[in-house]
């Protein structure tokens, strides 16, 4: 029921007019709030040239933290800036922040998974996310009623750029591909009720590419569906900005080093932003 109220509340606030959504845009330099259509060309981050993504989006991030060096220092600051909310829908923030607070709690579970899938122990990444500074976006795809440009996608060809992040949308029509070996793309089955995972370029990187960020597009639906809207809801986990990333200790070996500098979440996210 939870993810059926988020779409619903989520469809509802999109359907709000232009002047009033923008009125929840996102300052400079933050990741809060409303973006509207026609704003990014994720395929920018791949440096292809491409027209803008067809979605608009609207973000937030940690809440309830507390008020301290770490949260709201010179260095934490813009990752825990507050979180706007609109006064309509009136249930839109306790959703919101309900919903996050379990990506929160499913990411946890799966970055124990992922330890123990890389011969870690259990909790190895628990110190370096129990302040993590996620961001949570719904992105919303309008109807088509203009055939898109030539080259033009929903969302272009890109990879995300933290750990992991937790996918779960409303409807299969013009949905997720992600690119084949082979240089094609495949459709990812879409089952209702249920989440696609994807790895990020920080977990790339922490895994000295044995594990690799999942280069991927969202699709522009077929002409005889081009009126349906579509909303997913997007869980990007990224790890506390002061965890250092360098290899772990088991994707490291003599015949294969290191093949990254070491960095933090914080630099690592700051420039692949700074990028896009």
Not at 123 to 152: C, L, M, T
Not at 195 to 211: H, K, P, Q, R
Request: a negative charge.
């Amino acid at each position: 029921q939870m993810i059926a109220d988020m779409h619903a509340v989520s469809h509802e606030y999109f359907a709000l007019p232009y002047w009033e959504k923008m009125a929840h845009q996102i300052p400079p330099d933050r990741y809060r709030g409303y973006t509207p259509l026609g704003s990014e060309t994720l395929a920018l981050s791949l440096d292809e040239e491409s027209p803008p993504d067809l979605k608009e989006s609207y973000s937030c991030g940690p809440y309830g933290v507390g008020y301290d060096e770490y949260h709201f220092g010179e260095a934490g600051a813009r990752f825990f800036a507050p979180n706007i909310w609109p006064e309509r829908p009136a249930n839109m923030q306790s959703l919101w922040e309900n919903y996050y607070a379990e990506m929160e709690r499913l990411a946890a579970d799966l970055m124990r998974i992922f330890a123990i899938a890389l011969n870690l122990p259990e909790r190895w990444f628990q110190s370096k996310i129990d302040k993590q500074i996620a961001n949570f976006s719904v992105i919303h795809y309008p109807g088509q009623d203009d055939a898109p440009k030539a080259g033009q996608l929903r969302g272009g060809a890109h990879t995300d750029y933290g750990s992991l992040t937790i996918v779960q949308t409303d409807t299969d029509v013009g949905g997720l591909e992600v690119l084949r070996r082979d240089g094609g793309w495949s459709p990812v089955p879409w089952i209702d009720g249920t989440f696609a995972v994807n790895l990020g370029d920080l977990m790339s990187e922490w895994t000295n590419d044995i594990w690799v960020s999942t280069l991927h597009r969202v699709a522009n639906p077929p002409r005889e569906k081009a009126h349906i809207s579509k909303t997913s809801l997007l869980f990007f986990h990224q790890p506390n900005y002061t965890a250092e990333i360098e290899c772990i200790p088991t994707c490291c070996r003599s015949e294969r080093p290191a093949r990254y500098n070491r960095t933090t979440s914080g630099e690592h996210v700051t420039m692949k932003v700074m990028k896009h």
